[in-house]
């Protein structure tokens, strides 16, 4: 994910924190139409049970706190030049099927 996106993200998630400090329903369950349980769907943020402003408060502030540190690799990924970029893309893209294949193949006799 670009940083640019994680950085939208987080903002919305700061949006679910500041519409939840402004509610005044304590404890109760909230409900779908709620403001900041419309701005954490907008976010793909999955949605504790039960449902409270302090429940929805901690998911938030929980993946606020995973979204800064993808941020932070994004950023630094974003610095490399454009071929270190790839090779770590393509770094990532390797599956468990590739690592054991590799691990297969380096365990065999090589020719001299």
Do not use: F, W
């Not at 990924?77 to 690592?99: M, N």
């Amino acid at each position: 994910m670009h940083s640019t996106q994680l950085e939208k993200l987080e903002q919305g998630l700061r949006e679910v924190l500041r519409l939840l400090e402004r509610d005044e329903s304590g404890g109760a369950a909230l409900p779908a139409e709620h403001p900041a349980v419309e701005a954490a769907d907008a976010c793909e943020l999955m949605l504790p049970q039960p449902l409270t402003a302090t429940t929805l408060a901690q998911a938030a502030r929980h993946k606020i706190d995973n979204v800064q540190v993808l941020l932070a690799r994004a950023r630094e990924h974003e610095k490399l030049p454009p071929e270190a970029q790839l090779a770590a893309d393509e770094g990532y893209l390797v599956g468990e099927e590739d690592i054991a294949t590799q691990r297969d193949d380096s365990s065999m006799p090589r020719p001299h």
